[in-house]
């Protein structure tokens, strides 16, 4: 399977604690997309990258949060100091060029205790 | 970026056509629409997408109006399995980034 993949599937963590998510697109997808998802919502849209480049933060995503893709290959996104409402599905989606469809991995369903 | 509004819930028998509603008065002029589906505990899964023109693929038909402030997706024989939260959603040849609203539980039954 090709698709994009993320890891881990759940995260079960502690508030106040530091977790990391990894997405790996599909392959040769220039265009990374990371979005959050609360229950019976549609997903949210937090960032984006082009290559290696981050070019856009959604006002969602505060200061303890970072994405990095380095090489333009996988990425990682940080949640740091965990709190109750980071609880959520994270989504992350990959595309070849900005007006081709996103195609998104199962995500990662971040829980707080 | 757009703002998309969709039935919150549409039911459909199975064996019939599934014709799913979704306005987009606010898209601009090269956003594209796309439409998506979505079943619990599994990422969204791209079914299609258009520009102006009505477009056909081996999951579905997309219809747009020709003022572009509307789109119909259709199912033609509609199957248990597309049970599912469909989103009709937005993106621009720039970021590409999505707005999602919260889109049409549909449910196919017997």
């Known amino acids: 399977d090709t698709g994009v993949s993320q890891n881990p599937r759940h995260k079960i963590t502690k508030r106040g604690q530091n977790v990391t998510f990894r997405c790996d697109p599909i392959?040769?997808?220039?265009?990374l997309y990371w979005y959050r998802q609360t229950l019976g919502q549609g997903p949210e849209f937090l960032t984006y990258?082009?290559?290696?480049?981050?070019?856009?933060k959604s006002r969602l995503l505060s200061d303890r949060f970072s994405a990095e893709r380095p090489k333009g290959s996988f990425s990682t996104l940080e949640i740091q100091r965990t709190e109750q409402g980071d609880s959520a599905m994270y989504l992350c989606?990959?595309?070849?060029?900005?007006?081709?469809?996103?195609?998104f991995g199962d995500g990662t369903r971040l829980s707080i205790l | 970026d757009a703002k998309t509004t969709q039935p919150p819930s549409m039911d459909c028998a199975e064996g019939r056509a599934a014709n799913l509603p979704c306005n987009h008065s606010?898209?601009?002029?090269?956003?594209?629409v796309y439409w998506y589906r979505q079943i619990h505990s599994q990422g969204p899964q791209y079914i299609i997408h258009?520009?102006?023109n009505n477009e056909t693929n081996e999951m579905a038909s997309l219809i747009i109006t020709e003022d572009r402030k509307s789109s119909t997706l259709i199912l033609p024989h509609a199957t248990l399995r597309d049970t599912a939260v469909y989103y009709c959603?937005?993106?621009?040849?720039?970021?590409?980034?999505?707005?999602f609203g919260q889109g049409t539980i549909l449910t196919v039954h017997p």
């Open positions: 989606a990959s595309s070849l060029v900005a007006n081709q469809p996103q195609h």
């Open positions: 606010t898209i601009s002029g090269n956003e594209y």
């Open positions: 392959s040769e997808h220039n265009r």
């Open positions: 990258f082009q290559n290696e480049a981050q070019l856009e």
């Open positions: 258009g520009l102006k």
């Open positions: 959603t937005a993106g621009g040849t720039s970021n590409g980034k999505l707005t």
